[in-house]
Each structure stands twice: as C-alpha cells, then as structure tokens.
C-alpha cells in the first residue's frame, strides 16, 4: 500500500510540473541590478556584457545625457555577467521593459523580455521615457538570444 502511495505522489508531482521550459533547457537564475524609466540611450537595445570594459562604456553611454547620476551597480566579470535591456525613446509615461526569464540550452542563452505599453483609456505622464532592466547572472560565454512579449495595459 505504501508503494501505491508514493507512486501516486510521484505521478503527481510529474504531472503538476508547472515548468514552461522545454526539455534540455536549464532555468539561468538572476539578479536584478537597476531598473529605470530614464536614461540617455534613445534606441531600442538588447546586449550581454562579459567583461569591465564593455560594462563602464554602456553606463558612460547610458548615464551621458542625465542631470542625476546613478550609482553603477557593482560586477565583479570573473564571476559574473550582465545583460541589459532597452526600450528606447518613448513619449509619454506608462511603457515599461523587464527581463522576465533566462534559460540555458546548448550554446545560447534565452533571455525572455517583456515590454508593456500603455492602453489607449490608460492615463500618463507625458514625461519623455526611455525603460531599461538590468540583471547579473553567472559568468557565461555563451551568446544570447532574446525573446520579446508586448502586452498593452487595459486602462477602464
């Protein structure tokens, strides 16, 4: 009888696996190290940075055009990665971009990346935004490959 059970819990936990990944993809766990509504770079970007040098010339670049300054989240590239993500120029409030999830297969990374955008009834500022999402994952040299889902807020 005790066999059963377990066997029987066993299945369940199979069958219940809530994963959305796809057989031979590892969940790549991360770190969230800013995200802002404002920076200086006007285009819609997406990179992985691998080494200091490549990092302190994207800040220099995002940060160029801002009055405050951010603190550059500190990386130490023997360890670790960075991947960053840039919604570009937009016109008004409400638009946002945030990496949601990575995964690992192969040779590549999958960095799934979700942009919203404000409906036509939602209310916003009509400040210039420029949304970006930056995470720290472990060292990799792997090429990244990125995934983008628009959702349009429904304002009532």
Request: charged share 30%; hydrophobic share 40%; aromatic share 12%.
């Amino acid at each position: 009888m005790k066999f059963l059970f377990f066997i029987t819990i066993i299945f369940l936990f199979a069958a219940c696996n809530g994963s959305d990944t796809k057989k031979g993809e590892i969940i790549v766990p991360f770190d969230s190290l800013t995200h802002r509504y404002y920076s200086s770079i006007n285009e819609k970007k997406y990179v992985i940075i691998k080494n200091e040098s490549d990092y302190k010339k994207l800040w220099d670049e995002f940060y160029k055009d801002l009055d405050q300054l951010p603190i550059i989240p500190e990386v130490d590239f023997t360890k670790h990665s960075v991947i960053a993500v840039f919604m570009g120029v937009k016109n008004t409030g409400g638009f946002d971009i945030k990496i949601d999830k990575i995964t690992s297969s192969g040779s590549k990374l999958t960095v799934s990346v979700i942009e919203t955008s404000p409906g036509v009834n939602c209310m916003v500022t009509d400040a210039i935004t420029k949304p970006s999402d930056f995470v720290k994952i472990d060292k990799t040299d792997k090429e990244a490959e990125f995934k983008v889902t628009s959702i349009i807020t429904d304002c009532k």
